[in-house]
């Protein structure tokens, strides 16, 4: 079945720091979303990407999707002690119907440090 | 207002017992969802309901029992629990079946 891949699986970085993360998939998908998920709480949704090649912003955080339609990109600028949390990305195929499954990638853990 | 709430929060319970995990939202969302988190933090796909219709339904044991009796609420009964049951469940709901869900905080599961 269709798989996402995240990388990095973790890092730890400095307050301050920019950082990077990326989603990748054998599968083509129609729309890219990245999640945060805090500890002890449900994902929020960060960012959605609906084409290829899209770049998109909110506040520090910015995505893209990728031009393959395979991969998506999302970098967070100047990080503070609050962006520690799970970032998952997410991709829907839209084939048959809007009704299709939301697929989660295994997430990236990002710890900073003050 | 909470937009999608779960309850209960934490539910601890005995092997074989049956319990129901109750989801309400008040967004006006027509779709549902069921996802579970596993213990290595992976998002997976139960079931989803659409306008009070079941759409999706993984390869998830019988045991397991969705019921949307309207469209801003789905529960969660599950029979029988056995140890591999444990796990944080969190409900979703989206608009029209599309990616940008609202999640609940979850229902921490612990069988033992």
């Known amino acids: 079945g269709q798989q996402l891949n995240q990388s990095p699986q973790s890092m730890f970085i400095q307050e301050g720091e920019d950082v990077s993360m990326n989603c990748t998939s054998s599968?083509?998908?129609?729309?890219w979303l990245w999640y945060k998920q805090d500890p002890g709480e449900g994902p929020v949704l960060l960012i959605a990407?609906?084409?290829?090649?899209e770049l998109t912003s909110n506040g520090r955080l910015t995505a893209q999707f990728g031009i393959t339609r395979k991969d998506s990109f999302l970098n967070i600028s100047a990080s503070i002690p609050s962006d520690v949390g799970i970032y998952f990305c997410?991709?829907?195929?839209?084939?048959?119907?809007?009704?299709?499954?939301?697929?989660f990638g295994p997430g990236t853990s990002l710890s900073v440090i003050p | 207002d909470t937009a999608v709430s779960q309850t209960p929060k934490y539910l601890v319970t005995q092997m074989g017992n049956d319990k129901s995990i109750k989801c309400e939202q008040n967004?006006?969302?027509?779709?549902m969802y069921w996802y579970k988190q596993d213990s290595k933090k992976f998002l997976k796909i139960m079931f989803s309901?659409?306008?009070?219709?079941?759409?999706i339904n993984e390869t998830v044991p019988n045991r397991f029992s969705p019921k949307s009796p309207d469209k801003a609420h789905l529960n969660l009964h599950i029979n029988s629990l056995e140890l591999g049951d444990s796990a944080v469940y969190f409900c979703?709901?989206?608009?029209?079946?599309?990616?940008?869900?609202?999640f609940g905080s979850g229902t921490r599961l612990t069988v033992v």
């Open positions: 967004l006006g969302h027509d779709t």
């Open positions: 599968s083509i998908f129609n729309t």
């Open positions: 979703a709901s989206s608009q029209g079946g599309g990616a940008r869900y609202t």
């Open positions: 990407l609906y084409k290829a090649g």
């Open positions: 997410a991709g829907q195929s839209l084939k048959k119907t809007s009704y299709d499954k939301v697929i």
């Open positions: 309901y659409n306008n009070k219709e079941l759409i």
